[in-house]
């Protein structure tokens, strides 16, 4: 038995490699993905169907020498267990009925939560089951700003002007949905814990819009105590973090919710992530995913640059963001093969 590099590094541990993964591996940019994608029906369809969702997830496996697979499913499973009507509209993206108002909330229920995720548990038992020695399997769930900002507004938005509206105007009100959301968001996440996943990963893409103390009140706490209801069931998984935009804020993210480990958005400078972070925390990214896109030399010489920058601690190397449609997959292959190659260059 090889213990996944990925696993090894997030328990303190050295990896002779660097452990990589790219977020959003599985995907459209993959013509296998598209093919299953279109036999499943809807991109939900494809979510709550175990065995295609467990295909989906090892589809990047089969091509990559990547360390980790990523859970196929979306940070909106949540909202569309708890009632919500969510569908996903080609070349759109997500479409929900908005809920703007506290009176809104009383759509909402957990009466079938349950009943709604359980295929995606199924994914998880399967995957794991199927998946080959030294490959961990990492779990994930939005954090509660970022699905509520797609409640809220009722789809992606440049602003997520209406969320901001709501939780600025009527904390309190805003809080009754942060607060549902942390508690389902934490139940999920032990759910996947204990089908298998070895590491758990929160997105919050919006947190980055939201000034400092609000980022305060609405990521870092609502965070934090997902992180502490997790570790009380599941205390040895560990937890990465993904505050997207945040800036200097990453630090007293890092510090306030605990997660073991930070995955770092394209714009996070590395000096200034590796000086005030790397002591104590696992860093992961940041590659900006266009830059697979271009591919060739100025692609490797940047994962280069990235991998030296952040030489001097653990480091998982991935992207900043998640992979585009667009993406060519020779380009992917080229980069996972520089990555794996590296530390080997450098160690020796
Ligand atoms: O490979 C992986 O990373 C695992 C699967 C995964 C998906 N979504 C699949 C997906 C993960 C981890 C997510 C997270 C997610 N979903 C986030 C957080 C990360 C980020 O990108 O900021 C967010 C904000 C969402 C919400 C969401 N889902 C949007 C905005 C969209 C539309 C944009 C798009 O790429 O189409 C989705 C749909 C979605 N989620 C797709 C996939 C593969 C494409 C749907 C399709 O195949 O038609």
Redesign the pocket.
Known sequence: MIKPSLIEILHGGQANVTPVW???????YLPE?RKI?ERAGT?LD?VYNPDLAAEV?LQ?LKRFPLSAA???????VVPDALGQQVG?Q?GE??VLEPIRTVDGLKKLSRARVEDVLNPVYETVRRVRAALPDGKALIG?A?APW?VAT?MVEGR?SKDQGEAKKWAYADPDGFSALIDLLVETTADYLNKQAAAGADVL?I?D??AGSLPENEFSKWSIRPTAEIVRRVRDKNPHIPIIG?P?GAGPLYADYARETSVDALSLDTALPQSWAAQHLQDHWILQGNLDPKFIVAGGKRMLEEAGRILKAFSGGPHIFNTG??L??ETPPDHVAELIDFVVEWKHENTS
Do not use: N, V
Request: no cysteine; aromatic share 24%.
């Open positions: 790219l977020m959003r591996q599985a995907g459209r993905y994608r991109f494809l997830t990047p990523i859970l196929f499913s979306d940070i909106l996903f080609a993206g997500p994930f939005g970022t797609y992606g990963q997105f893409s919006w993904f997207r963001h998640g585009t449609p």
